[in-house]
């Protein structure tokens, strides 16, 4: 249920590091799962016959939640490898200087600044937002951050 996703994603995260590799194993890792799940399924089904029905229903709950746990991870790592959210925000207090992002956020927990901008994504999403709309919203609130010198 999540193959192409994540196969896509590994694939992808190569190419982006212009390696011509990506698209390369992407085909392979999905192909060569696909079809084997393909022929393999076709062949357990077969031999089974209709009792199968009921099997194949409960494994495949059991499968789409490793699957989407698997999913999550990828996700999850995608969003600290490739959002870039870095305030240059100087805190300074008499003659003691604290860069905002390194000297405290990064401190607490790294790549804190991605993780709730993708946490705010998400939230937006779920409460009926536009896609488009916040695409756009995340265009708006780059330029106008990299013009007030704030990333």
Same mark, same amino acid.
């Given at each position: 249920?999540?193959?192409?996703? #994540?196969?896509?994603? #590994? ?18 890792? /999905? =192909?060569?799962?696909? /079809?084997?799940?393909? /022929? ?12 199968? #029905? ?6 495949? !709950? ?21 959002? =870039?959210? !870095?305030?240059?925000?100087? #805190? ?6 604290? =860069? ?18 993708? /946490? ?32």
């Amino acid at each position: 249920l999540t193959l192409l996703p #994540i196969a896509a994603g #590994i694939g992808a995260s190569l190419a982006i590091d212009g390696s011509v590799a990506g698209p390369i194993i992407f085909l392979i890792l /999905f =192909n060569v799962v696909h /079809f084997g799940l393909r /022929f393999g399924l076709m062949y357990y089904g077969y031999r089974t016959g209709v009792n199968s #029905i009921g099997i194949l229903k409960e494994s495949t !709950k059991l499968v789409s939640r490793a699957a989407s746990i698997l999913g999550l991870t990828v996700v999850g790592a995608l969003i600290a490898s490739y959002i =870039n959210l !870095k305030l240059d925000v100087v #805190i300074k207090a008499g003659e003691a200087e604290v =860069n905002l992002q390194e000297g405290v956020l990064d401190q607490i927990m790294p790549k804190m600044l991605p993780l709730g901008y993708a /946490f705010l994504m998400y939230f937006l999403l779920k409460k009926g937002w536009s896609p488009l709309a916040l695409i756009g919203i995340t265009v708006v609130f780059g330029v106008a951050g990299q013009y007030l010198g704030l990333f």
